[in-house]
């Protein structure tokens, strides 16, 4: 007999609106409690105490407009925020503080998620969707600075940029993206050369999300329709679909790889979050609380795997944890 799928270890609520993002910060820091960032529909951000249950501070921002990205820089006390509002948002919350240190100004009003490359000695490679229809923009943070316009050529017809990935491979200095679009294609781009270097048509709707595992050299992708998409890149740097998981019923709005690697979630409009398996996608388990469509999940970086969580936010408001698989 099937093993009964866990309940929710917890559940935070008072969002006040749904939920689209969400970024644990847990490793191990001396006299601080693991949090969870949420962002919401409603403008909010709420930063939630893991140890209380409890939000410690609410954040508002991007004049009450939907929440799209969160991500912390480094720590903690410095956080990013994409909203709505067509503005990206720095934040200083050491010792208590909740100012707004920058805004950066956005061309583009859609709801695709910036990406961001951590360079090390506090410098960041931000990429966000650009002015035109296919452009995807590289910058420069904290200085702001346009690094790289990546344009397709016109005769692509690839549509808007739905989801970014950039990342750094161990094997070279220069920066890849993979940037999902809503002719269902995935491509590939070397940044510094500002060149695609590879596109793959791997599902039939507008590619809602995606994820990639740089060790492997393999993604995730998923859309409105029934199935995940899932891809390598060759030694030529080309991208091969590898693998289809059929799902019962369509609609992945965001899908996250853990971060050892071993398992992977989807968050489902049919109010399911999903796991698999990530070598074979083997289907683990699939998660049923909430009473509406799943906007986002997301691991924690728990220094110790016993105490990896998984949560996941939904339009109903509320946000569910899980502890799942966390066996070393």
Not at 104 to 125: E, H, M, N
Not at 200 to 218: A, N, Q, R, S, W
Request: charged share 20%.
């Amino acid at each position: 007999m099937a093993m009964r799928p866990p309940d929710p270890k917890f559940v935070l609520r008072g969002t006040g609106a749904s939920v689209n993002t969400l970024h644990f910060c847990c490793r191990d820091q001396a006299d601080c409690d693991p949090i969870l960032f949420s962002g919401s529909a409603n403008g909010l951000i709420h930063i939630w105490n893991l140890k209380t249950r409890r939000a410690d501070t609410v954040l508002e921002s991007h004049d009450s407009k939907s929440i799209l990205w969160v991500q912390t820089l480094q720590q903690r006390d410095t956080l990013i925020s994409q909203g709505r509002d067509s503005f990206v948002c720095t934040w200083d919350l050491a010792e208590g503080r909740t100012a707004v240190l920058d805004r950066i100004p956005l061309d583009s009003y859609g709801f695709c998620q910036c990406s961001l490359l951590d360079k090390g000695v506090g410098s960041y490679l931000l990429a966000l969707p650009g002015g035109d229809l296919s452009e995807v923009k590289i910058i420069d943070l904290p200085n702001k600075a346009p690094v790289w316009i990546l344009k397709p050529p016109v005769d692509a017809k690839l549509g808007m940029p739905m989801c970014l990935k950039i990342w750094q491979p161990t094997s070279s200095s220069r920066p890849l993206i993979l940037i999902g679009y809503e002719d269902g294609s995935v491509t590939l781009w070397d940044v510094s050369e500002k060149k695609m270097l590879s596109r793959l048509t791997c599902h039939k709707e507008p590619i809602m999300c995606l994820d990639f595992d740089p060790g492997k050299v393999k993604g995730i992708s998923g859309s409105s329709e029934n199935a995940l998409g899932s891809w390598v890149l060759d030694t030529q740097q080309n991208l091969k679909l590898q693998n289809t998981v059929e799902l019962v019923n369509g609609g992945i709005a965001h899908v996250c790889l853990r971060q050892d690697k071993k398992i992977v979630a989807t968050a489902g409009w049919d109010q399911r979050v999903r796991v698999f398996g990530w070598r074979k996608l083997k289907p683990l388990a699939v998660l049923l609380y909430h009473t509406a469509s799943i906007h986002c999940v997301a691991f924690s970086d728990h220094s110790a795997p016993s105490d990896r969580l998984m949560a996941a936010g939904s339009k109903d408001q509320r946000i569910s944890l899980w502890s799942l698989y966390n066996e070393s």
